[in-house]
């Protein structure tokens, strides 16, 4: 296993990727693992998740594993620009490490995927991201999100994921009053308050994934099942498979701190997602 790091993906102070593959085997082509990492939107670092993106390698992926614009440095729309990057930069060169851009898999955790289906939904309805309606995306073959919080309208949701977070009052007050001050910042909501009944919409892939745990102190239960239910509203076609996590006391971080640390049940649970 190689691994490539700090490869830049774009112009960013942030837009720097880990690649981890077979550097002794390049021309089979390999499924791709974009792995987004979580962190309350104003933390968290791909460095955190090198065994991640080992065991991926191992197991015949090419991982990808990129930091992004975090708050204060960027708002939301710069981190949907990050994450939207990442994924053409992979289309475009993920060959040069052995990955198969017809086989790409979008996994994100925590606030990561809260970003990355965003800047999904976004894109599928061609919505305006920092002042131009944002580019196509190339197709995917799934998306997997990991305990994201979906509705950042509900703000007794997004306070409890902060403060569960350790950040100070001051800070949770920044964050509301520069991230979280649109309505559009919610991929539930958008779905919700602007597309009809049955409108079939195109998200760019075939399948999604979702997890969640039955002991998550920071999400609710909700989070992750009303985007489910307006997914399944407007995009009938789009196959959805859910992962609840019962009765094995698994908090917001047990499976990826777990699969993080090396802990074999937890990355064999991973990989479950993953192949889904």
């Known amino acids: 296993m190689t691994t490539a790091s700090n490869v830049r993906y774009g112009p960013g102070s942030k837009n720097l990727v880990d690649v981890y593959y077979n550097k002794l085997d390049t ?16 933390k968290g670092d791909k460095y955190n998740f090198i065994e991640v993106g080992a065991a991926l390698a191992r197991n015949n992926y090419v991982a990808f594993l990129p930091n992004y614009t975090l708050f204060p440095e960027g708002n939301i729309e710069d981190m949907v ?19 198969d851009r017809d086989r790409i898999h979008l ?7 809260h970003i990355t289906a965003l800047t999904i939904v976004k894109t599928a309805l061609k919505m305006y991201n920092k002042g131009e309606v944002i580019g196509i995306l190339p197709r995917l073959e799934k998306l997997v999100l990991i305990s994201g919080p979906y509705d950042l309208n509900n703000l007794n949701q997004v306070t409890k994921m902060l403060i569960g977070r350790d950040l100070e009052s001051g800070l949770i007050k920044k964050i509301f009053d520069n991230l979280f001050n649109s309505p559009y910042v919610s991929p539930t909501t958008i779905l919700q308050d602007l597309i009809r009944n049955n409108a079939n919409i195109d998200f760019g892939m075939p399948k999604m994934i979702f997890y969640y745990s039955d002991e998550d102190q920071l999400i609710p239960k909700n989070s992750a099942t009303d985007l489910m239910n307006q997914i399944n509203r407007v995009s009938p076609s789009t196959e959805i498979i859910y992962y609840y996590d019962e009765g094995y006391h698994s908090t917001h971080d047990t499976l990826m701190m777990g699969a993080r640390d090396g802990v074999e049940k937890y990355q064999r649970a991973f990989f479950i997602l993953i192949n889904s």
Not at 81 to 99: A, E, L, P, S, T
């Open 27 to 42: 021309e089979t082509l390999k499924p791709v693992v974009i792995f987004i990492h979580g962190g309350a939107w104003v």
């Open 81 to 99: 620009d990050d994450i939207h990057r990442i994924i053409r930069w992979v289309w475009y060169y993920g060959y040069i490490y052995g990955g």
């Open 107 to 113: 996994v994100a955790y925590s606030a990561g995927a």
